[in-house]
């Protein structure tokens, strides 16, 4: 009599992972806490800072928390404060935050929008899409980061931002309004961020020497109008070289 395979003996082995992969969305989150790390050390004396110029300025402690979760505009917030004191028109806190903050407009142009999904989560990076999430998220390290990653560094920056302001605020009677080095910790972080984005472009030198043209050209044509006009000129060049760069790039392309 002959023997009988088992039906079983066919079947392919099933393999089980010795360790389960890791959420994604934990990874996303630990990724962004350590890109945020850094500058989230600059955002917290900021936020010190600018709680003790809100209540300093007789405004309630809650406004501090309002301004930087409402408004999160960083220098337009500094502003606000002695307008709000002085309950300035509307138009003029609209004309004033406009001036402060047109260079969004350009920011948007190449902010990487486009690899967050889902409406909630654009409308959120597009609220704050400040500079340091700018700089931060355009570098060249940062060309594959999925969006999960970008909005959750956006959500620890601000984070770190109404944390600083809100400690500040509480502890105001206790840090003195004219504490040295608060009022340039600002100024050090966008210096940092600059060399940073200097260093990932290392072929692109024109652009500092590109800006302190346009200073002077502004300073010497429109010195009543020194900042706009500077600013009109400098972005006027960057167009003007990207669009030259782009068609020498096609030209090699076809050659």
């Not at 408004?71 to 002695?82: C, D, M, N, R, T």
């Not at 620890?156 to 840090?175: E, F, N, R």
Request: hydrophobic letters at 55%.
């Amino acid at each position: 009599m002959g023997t009988v395979a088992p039906a079983v003996a066919d079947a392919p082995a099933l393999s089980i992972p010795a360790t389960a992969p890791s959420h994604p969305r934990c990874s996303d989150i630990a990724a962004a806490l350590r890109d945020s790390a850094s500058v989230g050390l600059g955002l917290v004396p900021l936020g010190l800072a600018f709680g003790v110029v809100v209540t300093h300025a007789g405004l309630p402690w809650w406004c501090a928390v309002l301004f930087t979760s409402l408004i999160y505009a960083g220098s337009l917030e500094f502003l606000l404060v002695p307008l709000a004191v002085a309950a300035v028109p509307l138009a003029t806190v609209a004309l004033t935050a406009f001036l402060v903050n047109v260079r969004h407009v350009f920011y948007s142009l190449s902010f990487p929008l486009h690899r967050v999904n889902g409406r909630l989560a654009k409308a959120y990076s597009t609220f704050a899409m400040t500079d340091e999430a700018y700089a931060l998220t355009t570098a060249d390290n940062a060309r594959d980061w999925p969006g999960r990653r970008i909005v959750w560094l956006q959500v620890l920056l601000q984070v770190y931002w109404v944390l600083g302001a809100t400690v500040g605020a509480l502890l105001s009677t206790l840090i003195p309004s004219n504490l040295n080095g608060l009022d340039f910790a600002m100024t050090a972080l966008f210096t940092v961020l600059a060399l940073d984005a200097l260093r990932d472009r290392r072929g692109d030198l024109p652009t500092p020497v590109l800006a302190v043209l346009s200073a002077l050209i502004a300073r010497w044509l429109f010195p009543g109008q020194f900042l706009l006009a500077a600013f009109v000129l400098f972005t006027a060049g960057l167009t003007v070289r990207r669009l030259v760069a782009d068609v020498a790039a096609r030209g090699s392309a076809d050659a």
